[in-house]
């Protein structure tokens, strides 16, 4: 058989030639058609999403694509609703819904991903949309239809939901997941039993990714970086308020979007390497109103500092480092915020931005240890910064 040249080959036909040679070629044939797909989907976003049905259904039939079916659940997972709300959805095959509600980064409400999971299913069964239509039987048809996947939904967080979402629809949920889920809403307590933990914080960070945002989860909770979260932990909502890219990277930018004494994690992706810096403050960064400092230590120029026991700063080796990254906690608790001139400042120094560039030196030792071991290597140019307030529920 002749060397096929994929670089001529448009997306669909590479996925008819995958599709014809799943046992003839080799598996090296494979590897690199995969890649060369997964390079086309980079490249060729809008055609991706007018496809994605199709694409991953075709994907999931291949045994030998799993590189490319994790790179499709992955590339859904961090950009769901698109995906979700097509009006192809409901064609989606079960195993590939399966795949992404099993997933813990799947980053969207759960009573959205509830939602679309019963409007799949009535599709499947070929019911009405009509629920008054509905008798015994449509019921029964429903729950053999969803059985397998309803069990995959995160029912703790549809807890404020349970009177219009779940109780309608009680005739198709197990009977065990059902009364648990019942009584616990009732009660205002958390489920007795192991029901699948929330889902990872969802940061809808073009910087991170969801495996870096739970290590960061657990920090801020003082846990272990990979310490595995249950249902009793806290949850957490991330709201995007300042992206670098959109709303200009300086540092009144930074202070117009990032204003209040509110929990918010600043995240920075820097242009001379991969390395991603950031940092927690459990009082924001900037405060006009209120000065939160025990020993009311300002500067001349009316700079300030804020009280807190709870920031932290960090790095990562590139957006998706599990094992390398590095921590440091405030350690002057009085000198946790530095409010000035800068966009923001942990520590006076420990990490700050000043317009397009990140400093993190810890000249002045207020958090545990230095980021930046380079010494010769002063700042770093910033390629792209968000904001989020931090929401415990």
């Not at 994605?52 to 790179?71: A, M, S």
């Not at 009509?130 to 549809?158: C, G, H, M, S, V």
């Not at 807190?308 to 608790?333: A, C, G, P, Q």
């Not at 700050?352 to 010769?376: F, P, T, V, W």
């Amino acid at each position: 058989m002749g060397e096929i040249d994929f670089t001529k080959q448009t997306g669909d036909n590479i996925l008819e030639l995958l599709i014809a040679s799943d046992e003839l070629l080799l598996e090296e044939l494979f590897k690199c058609a995969q890649d060369y797909l997964i390079h086309l989907i980079e490249k060729q976003q809008n055609w991706f999403r007018r496809n994605f049905i199709f694409i991953v259904n075709t994907v999931f039939k291949l045994t030998g694509c799993k590189k490319l079916q994790d790179y499709c659940l992955e590339s859904i997972c961090a950009d769901p609703l698109p995906f979700i709300t097509s009006k192809n959805f409901p064609s989606l095959d079960e195993d590939v819904l399966y795949c992404l509600l099993k997933r813990d980064d799947l980053h969207v409400e759960e009573i959205v991903a509830w939602d679309c999971l019963i409007k799949w299913g009535i599709e499947q069964t070929g019911l009405s949309n009509n629920r008054a239509k509905w008798d015994n039987e449509d019921y029964e048809a429903l729950k053999k239809t969803l059985n397998q996947l309803i069990p995959l939904i995160r029912f703790i967080e549809l807890y404020p939901d349970f009177f219009d979402k779940i109780r309608p629809y009680k005739a198709i949920i197990p009977i065990n997941i059902y009364k648990e889920v019942e009584e616990s809403y009732h009660k205002g307590t958390l489920p007795k039993n192991t029901f699948l933990s929330p889902r990872a914080g969802k940061i809808k960070s073009e910087i991170i990714k969801p495996k870096v945002a739970k290590i960061i989860i657990n920090w801020i909770d003082k846990k272990n970086s990979n310490y595995n979260r249950n249902v009793i932990d806290s949850q957490y909502r991330f709201n995007l308020i300042y992206r670098g890219s959109r709303d200009g990277i300086n540092n009144l930018s930074f202070k117009e979007n990032c204003k209040g004494l509110v929990a918010s994690l600043v995240l920075i992706k820097v242009q001379q390497s991969n390395k991603i810096f950031g940092g927690y403050s459990s009082i924001g960064f900037n405060s006009n109103d209120i000065i939160i400092n025990n020993n009311n230590d300002n500067d001349n120029n009316n700079n300030y500092y804020c009280f807190s026991k709870n920031n932290f700063i960090f790095s990562f080796e590139n957006s998706e480092d599990i094992k390398n990254m590095k921590l440091s906690r405030v350690k002057n608790f009085s000198k946790a915020i530095y409010c000035g001139a800068s966009g923001f400042n942990f520590g006076h120094g420990s990490l700050y931005m000043n317009n397009q560039k990140l400093y993190a030196n810890n000249s002045h030792g207020n958090y545990e240890r230095y980021l930046n071991i380079d010494y010769s290597h002063n700042y770093f140019n910033i390629k792209e910064i968000e904001t989020f307030l931090v929401i415990k529920r």
